[in-house]
C-alpha cells in the first residue's frame, strides 16, 4: 500500500525543514488489526467461508471525509475479493445520511475489517471536521490555523494530514524539524537569549520559536530574534498590544497566539492581528464521525 503524502506547512515555509514523507497507512492498519484480530475473529468464523455480502457505508451527520486510504489497506490485508466503490474522496464536505461507499465481497473479511476500517475513518474524518469549522471561522482573516503536538499517540502523521485534509496548516511534525523553546528550556539555558542563541549554534537551518507568556518576556524575546513567538494565553488587549510592538519593530517576527482557543473566540483572536493561531484541540479533543455500515447477506 502506497503511503500518503503530506505536503509541508506553509506557515513555515521550507527552509530548514524535514520533510516526514508518506505516511505508513499499511504499518498503521497492520497494528490495528493485530490489536483487534489477534489470533482470529471467533465470530466472524460462524459464517460460512463461501458466503458473499454486500453494503454500504453513510454518514450520520454532517462532515469532512478524510481516511479512505486507511479503509482500503484495511480489507487489502484481509481479502483481495473485497471490492470497495466509493463515492467521495478525502477533503469532500458531505452532509448527514450521504453515501460514503459500497462494499460487496467475502463475508468473513467484511465482517473482520468493519470496526478497524470505519475507526480509521471516523477518527480521521473528525479531525478533518474539526479544522474546517475552525478555518470557516477564520475566513476573511489573514491568520493561519495550525494544529500542534497533542495528537493520539501512533496517529500524529495521520491527523496531521487530516487536518490539512480540513483545510488548515500543521505546525512541527515532531521534536525534530524546529525548535520550540517554552519556560523550561529557558530555565535550563539560564535565559531566554541564550536558548535562543544555543538553538542558533546547534542546527543553524532550523527555525526557532519561543514562548511568552507576558508583554514583559516579549520584550525579552525580541531581543533573542527568535522566527516566531507564541503568545501564552494573552488576553485580548496583550494581543492586540503585541502585535503593535511587533509592527512597530525594523523587523518583525512572526507572532502566534496558543491558549484557551476556541470557536467562539477564534475570529476575535485572529482579528487582533496576530499571524498564527494554534489550536491542540483539533487532533485531541476528537468528536468521531459517527457512521453506519448496512450489510446484505446474499441468499
Known sequence: MHGVGISRPSFLGSAGLTDP?????????????????GAGDVTAALVPADQ???????????????GTAWVNETFRRLDSAVHLTWHVQD??????????????????????GERTALNFLQTLSGTATAARRYVEALSGTECILLDTRKTLPGLRAAQKYAVRCGGAHNHRMGLFDMFLIKENHIAAAGSLAAAVSAARAQSA??????????????????????DIIMLDDFSDAELVTAVARNRARAQPV???ASGGVNLQNVRRIAQTGVDYVSIGALTKHVH????????????
Open 288 to 299: 468521531a464521525i459517527d457512521l453506519s455500515l448496512r450489510l446484505e447477506f446474499a441468499a
Open 254 to 256: 512572526k507572532l502566534e
Open 205 to 226: 537551518g532550523l527555525k526557532v520559536e519561543v514562548e511568552v507568556e507576558s508583554l514583559a518576556q516579549l520584550q525579552h524575546a525580541f531581543a533573542a530574534e527568535p
Open 52 to 66: 458473499e455480502v454486500r453494503g454500504k457505508v453513510i454518514t450520520r451527520e454532517q462532515a469532512v471525509i478524510c
Open 91 to 112: 477533503r469532500d464536505a458531505v452532509k448527514a445520511r450521504a453515501l460514503l461507499f459500497e462494499i460487496e465481497g467475502p463475508a468473513r473479511a467484511i465482517l473482520t
Open 21 to 37: 514523507g508518506p505516511i505508513d497507512v499499511g504499518g498503521q492498519v497492520k497494528a490495528a488489526l493485530a490489536e483487534d484480530v
